[in-house]
């Protein structure tokens, strides 16, 4: 899916008997425009992140260990899109600065997500919001 504010790419897992290879950013890929930061976070079951929105950050997501449930705001259209990502739906979700976003844990115990930022972490180039700015149904 792809639209102003996020895109979503399905990445391709190689099988392998000694353990599947699963890729994700190349240098060419039209999501890629540069590296300036990789990482990664253990997200806790039902545990929420929401919500945050970057100035200038394109965050390049992935989630290579258990599910995420994403979900993504369209403030100027009052308008939630959401999506599953993880071993069952490997996909790369880019979002763009100026998108509002969140997400859950969906995995025992945790979940890995994975970025690769154009931008390097500061506390001044995002702005948290507060989960009850936005109302969202989470256990849906």
Request: glycine residues 4%; aromatic residues 16%.
């Amino acid at each position: 899916m792809k639209n102003k504010l996020f895109i979503t790419k399905k990445l391709k897992i190689i099988s392998n008997i000694d353990g599947d290879i699963m890729l994700g950013l190349k240098k060419n890929d039209k999501q890629f425009l540069r590296f300036e930061e990789l990482y990664f976070s253990k997200i806790i079951i039902n545990k929420i992140k929401a919500w945050k929105i970057h100035k200038k950050a394109t965050m390049n997501l992935l989630v290579p260990y258990g599910n995420i449930k994403f979900v993504i705001y369209d403030l100027k259209n009052n308008k939630f899109y959401s999506q599953i990502l993880g071993e069952n739906n490997y996909k790369l979700l880019t979002i763009y600065p100026g998108t509002i976003f969140g997400f859950k844990g969906l995995s025992r115990p945790f979940s890995i997500l994975s970025n690769v930022s154009n931008y390097i972490n500061d506390k001044n180039e995002y702005k948290k919001i507060n989960i009850n700015e936005f109302k969202y149904d989470w256990k849906k």
